[in-house]
């Protein structure tokens, strides 16, 4: 698995294109080949995945038994919305104009990786998801992490 690392202010233009920071494109192997297929976040925001990660998504889906009403309900509203990405020749993808107004983008967006995904923000939003960072980190650090090495060495 392919892990992303950066955080990239970006603008999108009047038709909806996204250039693609070219620090991005070079760890996104095979992109050209394979395409990306961006989606709705949990929150107001977009995914972006690269086409080998979400087909890795959409194989955990298709094990859900699709009998009970949650995991249908789930999985439509997890795929509602994706649509295929690819690279034009200068390097842009054009975001759909639905999953723009579904994340309340405006000109000015944020590319944050996420391990093998990319965050799609719009900026004021994304700057404020971290107002109360400086005294909430720690704690959720602890809580997130701090378990990690029960009964181990350093967790005894």
């Known amino acids: 698995m392919n892990q992303l690392i950066g955080e990239f ?3 999108i233009d009047a038709k ?7 620090l991005l494109k070079k760890q996104l192997l095979d992109v050209e080949r394979d395409g990306l297929v961006v989606n709705r976040g949990f929150e107001k925001n977009l995914v972006i995945y690269p086409k080998k990660v979400w087909d890795e998504t ?3 889906l298709s094990k859900l038994n699709m009998f ?3 995991n249908r309900e789930f999985v439509r509203a997890f795929q509602r919305g994706a649509m295929p990405l690819s ?4 390097g842009r ?3 759909p104009k639905s999953l723009i107004e579904y994340a309340g983008i405006d000109a000015e967006l944020v590319l944050a990786c ?3 995904k990319i965050e799609v923000w719009d900026k004021k939003v994304y700057d404020g998801l971290f107002d109360d960072v400086p005294e909430n980190f720690a704690a959720l650090a602890e809580e997130v992490m701090g378990g990690k090495n ?3 060495a350093n967790g005894e």
């Open 58 to 60: 959409v194989a955990e």
């Open 68 to 70: 009970e009403k949650r």
């Open 93 to 95: 993808v054009l975001l």
């Open 16 to 22: 909806g294109r996204l250039m693609v920071p070219v």
């Open 150 to 152: 029960k009964g181990g």
């Open 87 to 90: 690279l034009d020749a200068a």
């Open 114 to 116: 996420q391990l093998d």
């Open 9 to 11: 202010d970006c603008k």
